[in-house]
């Protein structure tokens, strides 16, 4: 095996871009179904949303904020940006760039009404609520066993969406957020791979 070759384990294994997008799609609509059975089936209800500029702005600054520190903890932390690496590979590196405002959407939108929109009110829209629910949307990041930087971080990145949905009382905060940060770290991340493979010629 030569210097540039990753041992098999860590070789992410590639789909097509049909197959990530019709995965992010069936992961966004089995997490819709699992928050309306919530709904339906318990004494629950969605957090309350609010079309608000005051706090469509807010989640977006939240959103760059999370970004940011994504992209330090990228640089600086060799393990989450292996396992960042890894998991972008799979998801990323099949679809161009129109692709990523679905990467945007659908996973802010269903992550966030299972998570924060039904989870919270569901367990006490309280700090364990929080803590629940933050670990739940960090293992739902989980591709590998080796794979745990990633869902740290992630777990991480819940603490502040969850928090920011307790102290708005509007889930419009936290969608914003998420949605905000897919799309600008996602398009971070094709950018650097576009001008790392252009070196290398």
């Known amino acids: 095996m030569t210097n540039d070759q990753k041992p098999e384990s ?10 990530v ?28 949303w609010r079309w608000e500029e005051n706090e469509l702005f807010l989640g977006a600054v939240l959103g ?20 960042a690496d890894y ?8 679809l161009v760039l129109p692709d990523l405002i679905w ?12 998570f924060r929109g039904v989870m919270l009110p569901a367990l006490g829209f309280n700090h364990l609520a929080v803590i629940i629910s933050s670990i739940c949307f960090g293992v739902l990041h989980l591709n590998d066993s080796q794979q745990w930087s990633y869902v740290i971080w992630a777990t991480v990145v819940g603490f502040v969406l969850g928090y920011s949905a307790i102290i708005s009382g509007n889930l ?6 998420h949605i905000t940060t897919n799309l600008l770290s996602s398009f971070i991340w094709k950018l650097l791979q576009y001008f790392e493979i252009n070196h290398q010629k």
């Open 10 to 19: 860590e070789i992410p294994p590639y789909l097509t871009r049909t197959q």
């Open 21 to 48: 997008l019709a995965a992010i799609g069936a992961t966004a609509i089995f997490l819709w179904i699992i928050a309306k059975l919530w709904l339906r089936f318990s004494n629950v209800y969605l957090m309350s």
């Open 87 to 94: 998991y972008l590979d799979i998801v990323l590196k099949p």
């Open 64 to 83: 760059l904020i999370i970004t940011i520190f994504s992209s330090l903890a990228y640089k600086f932390w060799n393990s989450y940006r292996l396992s």
């Open 172 to 177: 419009l905060v936290p969608i914003v957020a």
């Open 103 to 114: 990467v945007g959407l659908l996973p802010g939108l269903s992550e966030e009404l299972l």
